[in-house]
């Protein structure tokens, strides 16, 4: 307790043990406190002299609130049993999150003689354990007030544990310093408040402009219970600081911390922002923080319930901002205003020196948790849709069966598209329907990325597996299941860490392999050229219908078409039939993809260069669509370092320059700079997805 926690060691040596509080024995052997109170008689602290069994009831009452990992406070130590209990079984959490605990106790002799009955101590005890608060002592209030409102990422309790004689007064002590919170939660929006009703129009457009007159600052918010995000909007915060912005990066810095209201009003009273960036959350979610004179970017990843509904596109005002080149899909869908989607994918941290690459590294890498077997995606789909009609599930069913035959017999599922077709082909042979478009949707996410994800990468696999028997390599894959897969277990290496461990895996490959249904610039594609490394890529429509179809709209369509129909409208005389064969084949794009639209905000993203003849530099020559390409394209490669450093050299120079962090931040920077100036313009209006 010393080394630990100084403070309330103090306290604990300066208390004097008198005849107020008894060790005693109970008849299951255990040993509980009794109190003598003048008046009132000798009281045990166990419930029912029981001090386990008065555990496990409270373990029981309180599994929700413990298994969501929401705080507690213990009011009062009791026998000290349920400390103890707390701190050596902590709740399986997501992620590293761990459960909060404040340790309230105004007596420090029944403290004194918890210690006496328990072992607090060693890393599996509640002192040394961070995630436990402790405020012991007469004066516990203050301090618990200061911590709460010094430390708001300190999660208020959720539930109280009363064990103590006086818990309606500490009760009392926990409002008390709720208020303290509040007042001073109140102080900070005012704060707040002042300094968003400073941000005008055309303060905003000098601040996002060429030539600001003092450096802008952006908050970025993320969590320590994702990795991507954190390290994405790490990597973000770099870009903006590198275009002379100050970027502050909120996120909790241990496992019992919490992002909650208040702490994200402390940070905007303290750092002002002129600009809230977040990834995969809208501003609405936060209720009242962020008010809406304030620019707010939400760059959206994952395409997830709380941004896939009418009440969420509703929501959008005039700065909030969404990052996505699915600008189109969420206007049409979901009603998002066009001129407030801001067209951005994925982006890559660009290390700051690409070793050569090292000899003695694996030959055929693969990296991916996409590990699931068929029949496991099968049985979890139809686990998510139990509450379905029963057609509707034989339906479901039969499309997942079908899907599986048609890779068993050598062929592929490409498309979302596809899936979507053969899902309407199964609805109506069962006579089934799926009422609402948004139950399709979700069916269909279950069925492509649930499903027909892992069925498209474990084809190339196997293609990549027999080509390396036949030649003697060794194929390795990383990520976690693989070692329970009934057909890739041989090849599973375990997990690699995100990072320098995972670059350096790339670098020293001879070859990798990117094997999407859908565009190759996926996260792991960028950050393993950005590192230097050679891959092999499964070819895939997403990647070459669109930039051809970016080409002829260069070559014969008039630049201010964004869409199929604007398209249709200017194409230049004699090639409308050629616009309508090309529009035909992209028909396979999507199932409510413009076509148009969607090029023309990969061109914004960066993704597409019109003109170029490929979407990456060389990406005909590393790319394969079945077994014999597969091994031919190893035969060519494997030997020929020289060769493949020519195009990961190639491939790389590219992505820096069209998909990096720098270079992603500062065109959606210009892009919210361009809407800034045209606000007085409708929502509906101005550039769609710019």
């Known amino acids: 307790m010393q080394a630990h926690r100084p403070e309330v060691f103090r306290i604990l040596a300066a208390a ?3 005849e107020s509080y008894v060790l005693v024995c109970v008849p299951s052997g255990a040993m509980t406190i009794l109190r003598r109170q003048a008046g009132v008689g000798t009281i045990c602290l166990s419930p029912d002299h029981d001090p386990l069994g008065g555990v496990a009831r409270l373990g029981k009452a309180l599994e929700s609130p413990i298994g969501q990992g929401h705080s507690l406070a213990l009011a009062g130590i009791g026998d000290g049993y349920f400390l103890k209990h707390l701190a050596g079984n902590p709740p399986s959490l997501f992620l590293n999150m761990t459960l909060p605990v404040f340790v309230i106790e105004p007596d420090p002799r029944l403290a004194l003689l918890a210690m006496a009955i328990h072992d607090y101590t060693g890393p599996a005890g509640p002192i040394e354990q961070e995630r436990f608060q402790w405020f012991i002592g007469a004066g516990w209030q203050p301090s618990f007030s200061d911590a709460i409102v010094d430390e708001p990422m300190l999660q208020f309790p959720v539930s109280n544990v009363n064990q103590s004689l006086e818990s309606a007064e500490i009760a009392v002590g926990i409002q008390q310093a709720l208020a303290d919170l509040l007042a001073a939660d109140a102080a900070n929006h005012a704060v707040v408040a002042e300094h968003c009703g ?3 129009r055309q303060a905003l457009i000098e601040l996002f402009g060429d030539h600001p007159p003092r450096r802008p600052r952006a908050l970025l918010i993320t969590t320590r219970f994702s990795t991507v995000l954190q390290h994405s909007t790490r990597d973000a915060a770099k870009a903006f600081t590198q275009l002379g912005w100050e970027a502050m990066r909120l996120i909790e810095p241990t496992g019992h911390h919490r992002i909650t209201r ?14 809230v960036f977040q990834i995969d959350h809208l501003r609405d979610e936060h209720g009242d923080v962020f008010p809406a004179t304030v620019p707010f970017a939400c760059w959206i990843q994952d395409h997830l319930d709380n941004l896939t509904s009418r009440s969420a596109g509703d929501k959008i005002a005039t700065r909030d901002y969404v990052l996505t080149t699915a600008g189109a899909w969420y206007s049409q869908r979901y009603g998002y205003p066009p001129r407030q989607c801001i067209s951005l994918g994925k982006l890559t941290r660009i290390p700051k020196a690409v070793h050569s690459i090292s000899p003695g590294g694996e030959d055929l890498v693969y990296v991916s948790n996409a590990s699931e077997s068929p029949a496991a995606s099968t049985k979890r789909i139809l686990q998510s849709c139990a509450s379905a009609p029963g057609a509707t599930r034989r339906a479901i069913s039969r499309c997942s069966a079908e899907m599986i035959d048609e890779y068993a017999r050598g062929g592929s599922v490409t498309t979302r598209c596809e899936v979507a077709a053969r899902l309407d082909d199964a609805l109506r042979t069962e006579r089934a329907e799926i009422a609402s478009p948004a139950g399709r949707d979700a069916v269909l996410q279950l069925l492509f990325e649930g499903l027909n994800n892992a069925l498209y990468r474990q084809q190339a696999l196997a293609w990549a597996a027999t080509a390396a028997a036949t030649r003697g ?4 894959i990383y990520g976690s299941g693989w070692e329970d897969h009934p057909q890739f277990a041989p090849y599973a290496r375990g997990s690699v860490q995100y990072g320098p461990a995972l670059e350096e895996l790339t670098r020293r490959a001879r070859i990798n392999f990117q094997i999407v249904p859908y565009s190759c610039f996926h996260q792991r594609l960028l950050d393993g050229l950005a590192a230097g490394g050679f891959f092999l890529i499964r070819r895939h429509p997403y990647d070459t219908l669109t930039q051809e179809l970016s080409n002829f709209l260069r070559d014969f369509v008039d630049p201010a ?5 604007q398209a249709r409208r200017c194409v230049a005389t004699g090639h409308k039939e050629a616009l309508e064969a090309l529009l035909g084949r992209c028909t396979v794009l999507g199932d409510y993809d413009d076509p148009v639209q969607l ?6 993203a960066g993704q597409l260069i019109p003109g170029d003849s490929q979407a990456l530099p060389r990406l005909n020559e590393v790319s394969f669509d079945d077994s014999q390409s597969l091994q031919s394209a190893i035969e060519r490669f494997i030997h020929d370092p020289a060769l493949r450093g020519q195009i990961a050299e190639a491939q790389r120079l590219a992505v820096e320059s069209r998909l990096s962090y720098l270079a992603g931040v500062s065109r959606t920077l210009a892009a919210i700079g361009q809407r800034l100036r045209d606000e007085d313009l409708p929502l509906s ?3 769609a997805a710019a």
């Open 262 to 275: 208040a702490a994200l009003r402390a940070a905007m009273a303290s750092f002002k922002p002129d600009l």
């Open 561 to 565: 078409a964004q869409t199929t129909a």
């Open 198 to 200: 400073q941000l005008s």
């Open 685 to 687: 209006a101005g550039r």
């Open 473 to 476: 390599l060794r194929l390795s």
């Open 16 to 18: 004097e043990l008198d």
């Open 599 to 604: 090029v023309r905000s990969w061109e914004r």
